[in-house]
Structures are given as structure tokens and as C-alpha cells.
């Protein structure tokens, strides 16, 4: 408040590198797992969506920020985020997130993609075991993920049913993997470590036998 003297700003704060449990050597095994569920609900022409990683797109960490400038509010440096793009849900699609969670503790969060709104969470507990069905043909499956959406999940296994309470129908939803630290660190993944989940779209008219 001293107005006789120049402003001080404080200095700026050394970052902690980000570390991973490099996932780079599941490749193979992870596009072998999209392959397999595609197969299973005969539909090899389902669109695969890509997440996009906020760390390597958008990069939150404050100081960065503020030199651009951008709003610094999402500057949290113990987790990687990742976030999906808008998918339908009205015309009986079954959307399937495929992933891994590589991390101390790790998340799907529903969002009502209009104003981004949080309406739920599979939690990394409920995500485990979900990729077991495809053991045979995938490598590694345990260290994968297999989560439905849909508005009807009737017949399926490891499915979150999104209500028109939930989500209106004519809307859009998003998911956002939120993967919190890094075992033996403070901080979240090194996102070009990691791979990156998608979002396949079924039309969901014909359902397979739930593995």
C-alpha cells in the first residue's frame, strides 16, 4: 500500500519437473484394446475421439499464464487433465471411454458440456477391471480401462446411465480424466508420457452380449 516506493512483485517460483510411469510401451497394446472392443460390437467403423492434454495444449501453471495473460484458475499442478470432445448421447449412442489411470488417484468426470458443468464421476476404484473381458486378444489389459455411457444401459456391464435430469436431451457431453499425482512425487503426470484416452461412439441400435 506504500505508494512512496516502486511495486515489488514477488519472484517467480521454481516448477517441479513432472514425472511419469511412462505408458509409451503400451501403445501397441492400447490400440490392440480400441481394436478389440470395436470388434466386439461389430462396429470397426466407429469414430475413435482423442482427448486433448490441457497440459500440453493449453498449459495452466500460473506464472505461464499470466504472461499471456489467460484466467490462471486451473493451475493445478498435482494432476493431469484431460478433456474430451462434445459427443451426442439422443439417438440411442453408447459412448465408451477407453483409458488407463496412471496415477496415485484418477477420475472420469460427466460433464454437461453447455456450461461445463460436473453431473458425475467414475472413480478409479469402479474403473478397475473393466478391460478384463479383453485379456485374451490385449496384452496388459489390467493396466487399461473400459467405461459405457450412455442414456440406456440396459444389457451393459461398467455402465454410467446419463438421465435427461442429468443431462437435458438436445445437449452435448464431455468427459475430463483427472489423473492426480504421480506415486513418490507431488505432482501430476508428465502428459507426453502418458497415453491418451478417447471416446468411441457407438450407435448403440444393436448391442453385443455384455462381457
Known amino acids: 500500500m506504500n505508494t512512496a516506493r516502486p511495486t ?9 519437473e513432472r514425472t511419469a510411469r511412462s505408458e509409451l510401451g503400451l501403445l ?3 490400440a490392440a484394446l480400441i481394436e478389440s472392443v470395436k470388434q466386439h460390437w461389430e462396429q470397426t467403423y ?7 492434454a490441457l497440459e500440453l495444449a ?10 499471456r495473460p489467460m484466467n490462471c484458475l486451473g493451475d493445478n499442478q498435482d494432476e493431469d487433465w484431460r478433456l474430451s470432445q462434445r459427443a451426442n448421447i439422443d439417438s440411442g449412442q453408447v459412448l465408451a471411454v477407453v483409458g488407463t489411470g496412471n496415477a496415485t ?19 478409479d476404484e469402479d474403473l478397475a477391471g473393466t478391460a ?9 489389459a489390467d493396466r487399461f480401462y473400459v467405461q459405457y455411457f450412455a442414456r440406456d444401459c440396459t444389457g451393459l456391464a461398467y455402465c454410467f446411465e446419463i438421465t435427461e435430469a442429468l443431462i437435458p436431451k438436445g445437449e ?3 468427459f475430463i ?15 507426453r508420457q502418458t497415453l491418451t484416452p478417447l471416446v468411441i461412439v457407438f450407435d448403440g441400435k444393436e448391442r453385443p452380449q455384455s462381457p
Do not use: M
Open 177 to 191: 480424466e483427472r489423473n492426480y499425482v504421480v506415486p513418490g512425487t507431488a505432482r501430476g503426470a508428465d502428459s
Open 8 to 16: 515489488e512483485p514477488y519472484p517467480k517460483p521454481a516448477y517441479d
Open 105 to 123: 488417484y484418477s477420475s472420469i468426470a460427466l460433464n454437461r458440456s453447455s456450461v461445463l458443468q460436473g453431473i458425475g464421476n467414475v472413480f
Open 132 to 140: 478384463s473381458a479383453f485379456s485374451e486378444p490385449v496384452d496388459n
Open 28 to 30: 501397441g497394446d492400447f
Open 172 to 174: 452435448t457431453v464431455t
Open 46 to 52: 466407429a469414430p475413435a475421439l482423442p482427448f486433448q
Open 58 to 67: 493449453v498449459d495452466l501453471i500460473g506464472q505461464h499464464c499470466i504472461e
